[in-house]
């Protein structure tokens, strides 16, 4: 079965970094594909960054330039490396992965069949 399980989420002020780590296994396969996606109380999930195991990257518009995503061909990990952190950052973290339209590139979270139990980020002005 399909795990994943996202890490490196906590507190930190306005304007610093954090670095999430999202570990995946159960796969059968090498295609699959991951997104990082956010999701504040009352709001939607929002898609940060897509990348799969080519290292194909995307990103929402939103957070390009501050956030990048990266995977670690050691082992079966992505990374975001959020910096310049707001308070409006302020959500749970999730870890979104796909094995069947990694080809779409997708930011949609409804083409995300798999999810990590997230990770909370809290910046503080």
């Known amino acids: 079965q399909v795990q994943l399980v996202e890490s490196g989420g906590g507190s930190v002020q306005s304007g610093g970094s954090l670095r999430l780590s999202c570990a995946a296994s159960g796969f059968s396969s090498n295609h699959y594909c991951m997104t990082w996606f956010r999701q504040a109380p009352g709001k939607e999930r929002e898609a940060v960054a897509f990348i799969d195991t080519l290292g194909r990257t995307r990103y929402a518009r939103s957070f390009q330039g501050r956030f990048t995503i990266a995977q670690d061909n050691s082992k079966t990990t992505v990374r975001l490396q959020m910096n310049r952190l707001k308070p409006e950052d302020t959500a749970v973290y999730y870890c979104?992965?796909?094995?069947?339209?990694?080809?779409?590139?997708?930011?949609?979270?409804?083409?995300?069949?798999?999810w990590g139990p997230g990770t909370q980020v809290t910046v503080s002005s």
């Open positions: 979104g992965a796909d094995s069947v339209n990694c080809w779409l590139q997708s930011l949609d979270v409804r083409r995300y069949n798999y």
